[in-house]
Nanobody
Framework: QVQLVQSGGGLVQAGDSLRLSCAAS????????MSWFRQAPGKERELVAISWSVTSTYYVDSVKGRFTISRDNAKNTVYLQMNSLTPEDTAVYYCAALDIKSGSYFRDQKKYNYWGQGTQVTVSS
């Protein structure tokens, strides 16, 4: 069993930065791709970024160049550094773990094995 505990988030102004953290329990962190999703009010939850390894990452177009996903395998932690935030980034952010050996499609949320508790990010204009 893996537990994901998120920290970070809060209320910031447009143009500010925030860093989210997601710490995983267990000793198999390397075997999971780690993703960040977000759900804005009235919208479906969407993928933001995924890290399959320290060097293999993917971002959706809306955050490319502004957000950076990184992972510290020694600390079993994945981060989401968010720069140049806009009000459109306001959402509840979730980290999630996907077993890499499953070969599951990373955009299929139902395939993710574990989820963090979610953290609110609010960006004021």
């Amino acid at each position: 069993q893996v537990q994901l505990v998120q920290s970070g988030g809060g209320l910031v102004q447009a143009g500010d930065s925030l860093r989210l953290s997601c710490a995983a329990s267990g000793r198999t962190f390397n075997s999971y791709a780690m993703s960040w999703f977000r759900q804005a009010p009235g919208k479906e939850r969407e993928l933001v970024a995924i890290s399959w390894s320290v060097t293999s990452t993917y971002y959706v177009d809306s955050v490319k160049g502004r957000f950076t996903i990184s992972r510290d395998n020694a600390k079993n932690t994945v981060y989401l550094q968010m720069n140049s935030l806009t009000p459109e980034d306001t959402a509840v952010y979730y980290c999630a773990a996907l077993d890499i050996k499953s070969g599951s499609y990373f955009r299929d949320q139902k395939k993710y094995n574990y989820w963090g508790q979610g953290t609110q990010v609010t960006v004021s204009s």
